[in-house]
């Protein structure tokens, strides 16, 4: 593990070096979904030896501080990763992926004109908005779910929100595998480090973040090559409306992966890494 100070507070990293004779290069920085942190995307790094990773937590999650300077909105998100990138200097050239929510917070920084990245890849991203359509019910519930552990006591709030059979109702309802001992492994994953936030407030900011933008908002000011990876049964962006957003970007590329959920990281780890390689290679490795 590795610290930054940044303005906001100081953001933990993981660095994944390339496998030694590995030719590929620059370098994956890869942003994690909401109430996970980097453990989430390892599966998806495992596939990917040929490559150099790094992976923060995001401000607020895992190891890292909640921000002390400002809101954990998309903006304050969008902004850190800029703050990020500047003081990693990464060597050679950026590729930026983002999961779920990662996928807005990534989206967001290049529309605002993020210069140190070269490619995007959005893995199950947010493409249509969670307050309107089909999801806004659940949506509108589980919104009611974080104000109300926001206003209860301390201990009472933070119970409610580490519940554990809250916490495996989720990973339950987002799991499709058939797979017991992958379901077990999945469940344990949620387990883990689904509850490792920081404070309450900043869990809420983050969620209501999550769930008032989507990637579809900042799509057609993001020049540079996009690959969407989405999953053909994702319970959080249907993928009609992934393969509508593909066409909002300049440059984009959809892949679609059969028989899996919002877990792709999870479940489809290898599938998504192959695709994720094949893209690098034709578009970033090429002009290196």
Do not use: C
């Not at 540079?224 to 593909?246: F, G, K, M, S, Y």
């Amino acid at each position: 593990m590795h610290e930054i100070e940044l303005p906001g507070g100081v953001t933990r990293y993981w660095d994944y070096p390339r496998e030694e004779g590995g030719a590929a290069t620059g370098t994956i920085v890869a942003v994690h979904g909401f109430r996970g942190d980097h453990h989430g995307l390892e599966p998806v790094v495992g596939h990917l030896p040929g490559r150099h990773v790094v992976m923060p937590d995001l401000p607020g999650f895992g190891a890292s501080t909640a921000f002390s300077d400002r809101a954990h909105d998309i903006t304050g998100y969008a902004a850190w990763l800029g703050e990020f990138l500047r003081a990693l200097e990464p060597i050679g050239p950026v590729t930026l992926l983002g999961h779920s929510f990662g996928s807005i917070v990534v989206a967001a920084a290049l529309a605002e004109g993020l210069a140190e990245a070269s490619a995007a890849v959005l893995v199950n991203p947010i493409g249509a908005p969670a307050l309107k359509g089909p999801k806004a019910i659940g949506t509108g519930a589980a919104i009611a779910y974080y104000r109300l552990a926001r206003a209860l006591p301390a201990g009472a709030g933070n119970a409610l929100l580490r519940n554990p059979a809250i916490v495996r109702a989720m990973s339950a309802m987002m799991a499709t595998t058939g797979d017991p001992a992958l379901r077990r492994w999945i469940h344990g994953q949620h387990d883990a480090y689904f509850s490792s936030f920081a404070d309450r407030a900043s869990l809420l900011e983050s969620f209501t973040a999550s769930v008032s933008h989507d990637v579809s908002e900042y799509a057609a000011r993001i020049a540079l090559p996009v690959l969407l990876v989405a999953a053909a049964q994702d319970q959080i962006t249907p993928v009609a409306a992934e393969r509508r957003l593909a066409t909002v970007f300049p440059d984009a590329r959809l892949e679609v992966i059969d028989r899996v959920g919002h877990l792709i990281h999870y479940e489809k780890p290898a599938e998504a890494a192959s695709f994720i390689e094949s893209f690098l290679g034709e578009r970033v490795d090429a002009r290196a």
